[in-house]
Nanobody
Framework: QVQLAESGGGLVQAGGSLRLSCAASGRSFTSYAVGWFRQAPGKEREFVASISGVGSLTYYSDSLKGRFTISRDNSKNTVYLQMNSLKPEDTADYYC??????????????????WGKGTLVTVSS
């Protein structure tokens, strides 16, 4: 079992950057693929990015590739999401997600086994 806790959300102006962190507790962190979803007000939760257990494989939503970068530091049991050139439409709750013994998390929220509680990102215009 893994527990996930997000941090790093906040208010940023359009064009700015934020780095989100997802700290995991529990054993065998490297056996978990970890990633991010986001959910804007009134919209469905959507896949953002995923990284494999040892960090060798990354996957991104096509619409976000190039602006967002996912990485992990297994010595700190932490996954990061670097978000650059932020736009008002990036405003959402961002959720960390994890899957054991997989190389990536599902792109459908219903397929995810472990969730964090989310962190809010607000991008002002």
């Amino acid at each position: 079992q893994v527990q996930l806790a997000e941090s790093g959300g906040g208010l940023v102006q359009a064009g700015g950057s934020l780095r989100l962190s997802c700290a995991a507790s529990g054993r065998s962190f490297t056996s978990y693929a970890v990633g991010w979803f986001r959910q804007a007000p009134g919209k469905e939760r959507e896949f953002v990015a995923s990284i494999s257990g040892v960090g060798s494989l990354t996957y991104y939503s096509d619409s976000l590739k190039g602006r967002f970068t996912i990485s992990r530091d297994n010595s700190k049991n932490t996954v990061y999401l670097q978000m650059n050139s932020l736009k008002p439409e990036d405003t959402a709750d961002y959720y960390c997600a994890a899957e054991k013994d997989k190389i990536r998390i599902p792109t459908i929220p219903g397929g995810v086994d472990f969730w964090g509680k989310g962190t809010l990102v607000t991008v002002s215009s």
